[in-house]
């Protein structure tokens, strides 16, 4: 039996019992997800845990420095959390064969002889900031120093905290 014969009488049974209809469009849509899974063209692979810590530990030295510099702070400490680490996008292809009864798509990385082909990287977000500083308990400070990082990084007031040290 050729391969639409065996489409058409799997069409078939599946009409005839519809537990057995209901079972395949789940494993279709399971397929499905597994295939695309919001992607737009580009694959995500998460980087190594060492990397975070040091792209963390890079931007508090900035966000140090830069309180530093606001009127009214000394001697601050920074203290930024991640949601996520950062993720590299990877080129891919995907390859469509369409037949009468079904289609099929298949995903190919993009590669060269160095390896995949890097298109792009998701940056982390931000989860809160902390600072302890000196001149953290007048309320101007604080203020000022809010509105900076909420600037900065695109995050709520509720994810800034701000208080005094020694």
Known sequence: MNESGTFRRMGHIMREKKSI????AALLLGICLMLYGGDSGASRAPSGGTEQFLDTAALEAEVKELCERVRGVSDAAVMITLDTCAEQLYARNVKSTKSSDDSDERVEYVTTSDGLVPVGQVM???????VVCGGGDDAAVKLRLTEMLCALFSVPASSVS???GK
């Open 124 to 130: 982390p977000r931000i989860r809160g900031i902390a």
């Open 21 to 24: 209809w209901l079972i395949g």
């Open 162 to 164: 701000i208080i005094g």
